[in-house]
């Protein structure tokens, strides 16, 4: 019996069925599952999830022509929309709920080890650096893009492979005690926190809160399992100075993994670990090396040599929209960061704008970081400010950042969002200009991008720019 067999999906489920499934042996047994009809695949379990702008209830029949054998719900007057589909259809008391019982269900049938990874920055690109170093030599799964919360992790799971020898859980929170609740069905067999910084303090209300939020994922961690921290934040260290088995990384010298000698290469960035092994990795931003410090302790947990680990971080890739470039017409570089923000990440790609090799003005289009609660005014004054004085160029968007530039320091602001936004600002740019879009995701300023590739046009080589990158690249600036 396969674990998505009718009887273990009642039994998991807590669920009835409204229209069995057919008794034939021959019949396919579900495998996986989906959230979402445009990307559903033939065999999978449909869960109709609703929220406050959709309803899956209304896609179901949809699921079940894209072949989906079983739509699970908890509306049972969404059944007479199938009735003329093969589709079984399984009722429980809450979609979401029961996707969770499920997976934390699944989970347990594991033989792969389930590496779960919080923290307030870095969690995504951390945890495509793992999968970078492991693909290459195990079979196993990641979540995908910013799959962290009630919905994504149970997704993760159940749409990991028997044969799987790691699963890869990205672990979000912005309340007290998400993260508490994804570990119970994930379990994870390793954790990684990998920083603390001042992020959705509107819904956990301080730093300490988020501490003790980040750490609750090693609460969940077996006594055989092993903890990797960030070794540069005492108080984080202090609140989980009892996880079992703890490897630390970080800048001090202390840590189990000391970061140490990071320079810019021409296709990214080299570091070196315990002033010993030199690792290359091709991202930008020289906080990525950061970054690739726990998946290099997960390598080392793995069985994987140094060789091995170096060879995987080579061939890692940034996801998308966090720092990844784009060059258009007229010798514009585009650094594209525009996928979520808070003041230390705001930090990282300022940085990163500052230190790439600019033959004109470097421009930072910043827009507000959201969830910041009482801190926020303060914490956008103090982003201009440090702006101000990392970039030449600033061109501010939203209410908050235009509210906290009271000395005028940006070139231009606009404070609402209209449909003449992208135009406006695409006017603002000037041929050779290298420019940053960093904003939280409700912001959603990769909505800029076609207004400067109407304006600009598509890249042309030239030979001038790579040898402006060449030269760089071997003065080290």
Request: proline share 6%.
């Amino acid at each position: 019996m396969t674990f998505f067999s009718p009887q273990s999906l009642l039994r998991h489920t807590g669920g009835r069925f409204l229209r069995r499934p057919a008794d034939d042996a021959d019949a396919p047994t579900p495998e996986g599952v989906s959230t979402d009809t445009r990307t559903i695949q033939r065999g999978q379990i449909f869960f109709a999830l609703r929220g406050e702008n959709f309803n899956g209830h209304d896609y179901l029949q949809t699921a079940a022509r894209a072949g989906s054998p079983l739509l699970v719900i908890d509306q049972p007057d969404a059944l007479e929309s199938v009735n003329d589909t093969p589709a079984s259809v399984l009722l429980v008391d809450d979609v979401l709920k029961a996707m969770g019982r499920l997976a934390a269900a699944y989970r347990q049938t594991f033989a792969a080890r389930v590496i779960g990874v919080t923290g307030s920055v870095g969690k995504t690109t951390t945890k495509q650096i793992i999968h970078a170093v492991l693909a290459p030599h195990f079979r196993g799964s990641v979540s995908p893009k910013s799959f962290n919360n009630a919905i994504g992790v149970p997704w993760t799971l159940l749409n990991a492979k028997p044969t799987d020898a790691y699963v890869v859980v990205e672990i979000g929170t912005n309340a007290p005690g998400e993260i508490a609740a994804l570990a119970r069905i994930a379990q994870p067999d390793m954790a990684i926190i990998t920083a603390i910084a001042c992020a959705h303090l509107e819904g956990l209300g301080d730093v300490g809160a988020i501490i003790r939020e980040k750490a609750s994922l090693f609460d969940h961690v077996p006594q055989d399992g092993v903890c990797i921290v960030n070794g540069d934040h005492n108080t984080l260290l202090d609140c989980v100075e009892h996880a079992p088995n703890l490897v630390t990384f970080g800048r001090f010298p202390d840590s189990d993994l000391t970061l140490s000698d990071v320079q810019r290469v021409e296709k990214g960035i080299a570091f070196q670990v315990n002033d010993q092994r030199t690792f290359k990795l091709p991202m930008l931003g020289a906080h990525n090396a950061f970054n690739a410090l726990p998946a290099i302790a997960v390598g080392r947990q793995m069985g994987l040599n140094d060789r091995q680990i170096a060879a995987g971080l080579a061939k890692a890739q940034s996801p998308p929209m966090r720092l990844t470039l784009q060059h258009l017409g007229k010798g514009v570089t585009l650094i594209n960061d525009a996928y979520n923000a808070n003041p230390e990440s705001m930090t990282g790609a300022l940085l990163t704008l500052r230190d790439y090799p600019a033959p004109a003005r470097r421009v930072a289009i910043l827009g507000d970081m959201l969830e910041l609660g009482d801190t926020s005014a303060d914490l956008h004054l103090q982003l201009i400010e440090e702006a101000e004085y990392l970039v030449s160029t600033i061109i501010l968007i939203g209410p908050r950042m235009a509210a906290a530039d009271s000395r005028g320091a940006a070139a231009h602001t606009i404070d609402n969002w209209s449909d003449q936004t992208p135009d406006r600002v695409a006017a603002w740019l000037r041929p050779r200009d290298t420019v940053l879009l960093k904003a939280s995701r409700g912001m959603k300023l990769e909505r800029l991008i076609p207004a400067f590739e109407k304006r600009f046009g598509p890249a042309k080589r030239h030979r001038r720019v790579f040898s402006l990158l060449s030269s760089w690249y071997k003065s080290g600036r």
